[in-house]
């Protein structure tokens, strides 16, 4: 069975403001569950990807509420329009080109009017070494409409992932 993590923010409200959030709002879990704000579900034959796995082999999950520490020059008019939610296997720099897809679910920031989600990630060597977003390796769900709260999509590797509104 692969690893699930989830974590729940009770609501977009204190993201919209300049309040602190508690930490006791936010909760997190090793399962998926169908109403946190952001899950990731790793693939059960992650670690055949891996070389050198050993018992001691770990894997890390990060939540960043904001995108204040994904800088970009350029925001090419597309929003941020979720929590960014991260897996990565210590001692790795890419875990990637994965035959067994990595399974995002994000809950779309009610305060955001965009349209048309994006399923992205991260990459650092975008923009000349700056960083942007990317969509390459990655798919949304192809039941998704418009209408829904939610958002699933499919990647081929581990890094940090959120949706992209127009």
């Known amino acids: 069975i692969g690893q699930n993590f989830s974590a729940n923010l009770g609501g977009f409200s204190n993201l919209n403001t300049n309040e602190s959030i508690d930490s006791s709002e936010l909760s997190f879990e090793m399962r998926m569950t169908t109403q946190a704000t952001a899950s990731i579900r790793l693939p059960n034959n992650l670690f055949k990807a891996v070389l050198n796995v050993t018992n ?43 035959t067994s897809l990595v399974t995002i679910s994000f809950l779309k920031n009610p305060s955001i009017n965009g349209s048309g989600p994006l399923c992205s990630y991260w ?3 975008l923009d000349d ?4 977003w990317s969509s390459d390796g990655c798919q949304i769900d192809e ?24």
């Open 143 to 166: 039941s998704y409409n418009d209408t829904q709260d939610y958002v699933t999509c499919f990647c081929d590797h581990l890094t940090s992932f959120s949706i992209l509104l127009d």
């Open 129 to 132: 070494g700056y960083g942007d």
């Open 56 to 98: 001691n082999t770990r894997i890390t999950h990060a939540v960043f509420l904001s995108d204040s520490l994904f800088l970009r020059r350029d925001s090419n008019d597309l929003e941020v329009g979720g929590i960014i939610i991260s897996a990565s296997v210590v001692g790795y720099n890419s875990i990637e080109n994965l």
């Open 123 to 125: 990459n650092p060597t």
